[in-house]
């Protein structure tokens, strides 16, 4: 700010993070819910961005804008409705029936050399091309954008969580200034120019999309071993988090308990408890951080710092909807997830996670932005908070203070 001393603004300044977890189509309920935060609280600003599988394309592309907030989050918008599932992978008749007999092959051969060696079970080449337009992208895929704005103190980082599958570690490549490269069981995080590639690797959905090759191996979903999502955006020295789930509350609707689950039921199980489980046990740590950090003299913290929390979930379960949004799907693709047993359940979270159609994704934007209106006043707390000496309860559902430790986490 003119008239003030550059070292002290940037002492004082707090920083707040935006976490968007994954979810494939469904991260599209993020960007509805950000539309209203964009419209609503104009001065909202995050100086750190941090992304997971589909969250991450989200991620990426708010931090490389060199517009406002809002005007990010309105283009951002207009690539989500324009999406669909060919933009994504390729989804036509000759392209599934050439990938399931590449898989087919190499079961029957018995692994043999011979076999072609099948990658993923789609081909995702449309899913990089379209995120080199949309990013702006160099020939060799950095991103300028997210350069500029680093550059320019309008970021101070962009974080994006890959797995592993040398190491099994949970990977956080991160992009900025102020942050020093951490190491935790199972879990680091290391600086790095990031790239289109640490985007599509982000994403790459297990045994469905093809790994993607990074600096010093082969890296697939970041959600498959993160332990703790909220972590990154700590070690990036975020003071605020406002992290957008598009996970369930509670448990889904019942299913047939006679009926033997179809492989689509069994899954979104999985699914479900590797995307979209772990965000609510990091906000429960937080939370009895938070509720611990009054008894520790001022003296002793050695570090500990208040982390103001917010998380959003949809109010709807999203796999329920899915199953409203099946015709959507190519007609092969469609024959093939019934006969995963799509239509045999009522909430379909395999389903949700590929339904990049017009009609699904405009019902999770929308349904993102009426949810948000709902808690506006959660959302008001988190932007406009005031001064209190009570910390409010309760971070495993929305609108939290939380405490945790920057070098613990």
């Given amino acids: 700010?003119?008239?003030?001393?550059?070292?002290?603004?940037?002492?004082?300044?707090?920083?707040?993070?935006?976490?968007?977890?994954?979810?494939?189509?469904?991260?599209?309920?993020?960007?509805?819910?950000?539309?209203?935060?964009?419209?609503?609280?104009?001065?909202?600003?995050?100086?750190?961005?941090?992304?997971?599988?589909?969250g991450a394309i989200n991620a990426s592309y708010l931090a490389a804008h060199r517009g406002t907030f809002r005007e990010a989050v309105t283009d951002l918008e207009a690539v989500w409705r324009d999406l669909r599932i060919r933009d994504v992978f390729r989804a036509d008749t000759y392209a599934l029936l050439r990938d399931m007999a590449r898989w087919a092959m190499r079961l029957v051969s018995g692994g043999v050399r011979t076999a072609p060696a099948p990658r993923g079970l789609v081909d995702t080449a449309p899913l990089r091309r379209l995120l080199v337009r949309c990013l702006d992208a160099r020939a060799d895929g950095?991103?300028?954008?997210?350069?500029?704005?680093?550059?320019?103190?309008r970021l101070r980082a962009l974080a994006l969580t890959t797995s592993s599958y040398a190491t099994g570690e949970s990977v956080t490549w991160f992009q900025g200034r102020g942050a020093l490269p951490w190491s935790r069981q199972q879990r680091r995080g290391t600086e790095a120019a990031l790239t289109v590639d640490h985007v599509t690797a982000s994403a790459a959905l297990p045994f469905l999309f093809p790994p993607v090759r990074l600096a010093d191996g082969w890296y697939g979903d970041g959600g498959v071993r993160l332990a703790a999502p909220l972590s990154p955006a700590i070690h990036l020295g975020a003071d605020r988090i406002l992290a957008i789930t598009t996970g369930r509350a509670g448990c889904a609707a019942p299913e047939d308990r006679a009926r033997h689950p179809p492989p689509a039921r069994i899954a979104g199980v999985v699914l479900e408890s590797v995307f979209l489980d772990l965000l609510d046990q990091d906000a429960a740590r937080i939370e009895k951080a938070n509720r611990l950090l009054p008894f520790v003299p001022r003296a002793q913290r050695e570090g500990m710092r208040r982390i103001d929390l917010c998380v959003q979930r949809p109010a709807a379960d999203l796999g329920t909807l899915a199953s409203l949004h099946e015709i959507e799907l190519p007609r092969l693709l469609?024959?093939?997830?019934?006969g995963w047993g799509t239509r045999q359940v009522r909430s379909n979270d395999a389903l949700s996670l590929l339904l990049f159609e017009p009609g699904y994704i405009g019902l999770l934007i929308g349904l993102g932005e009426s949810d948000a209106a709902s808690r506006h006043a959660e959302l008001e707390a988190f932007f406009h908070p005031v001064p209190a000496p009570a910390l409010v309860a309760g971070a495993r559902t929305r609108g939290t203070a939380a405490t945790n430790r920057l070098e613990r986490n």
């Fill in 334 to 338: 469609r024959w093939l997830s019934r």
């Fill in 1 to 54: 700010m003119p008239g003030e001393r550059p070292a002290a603004a940037r002492r004082r300044r707090r920083h707040t993070a935006l976490v968007l977890p994954g979810g494939g189509a469904r991260a599209a309920y993020q960007v509805g819910f950000l539309r209203y935060v964009a419209r609503e609280f104009p001065e909202a600003a995050f100086d750190i961005v941090f992304g997971v599988s589909a």
């Fill in 142 to 153: 950095t991103i300028p954008g997210v350069e500029d704005n680093v550059r320019d103190g």
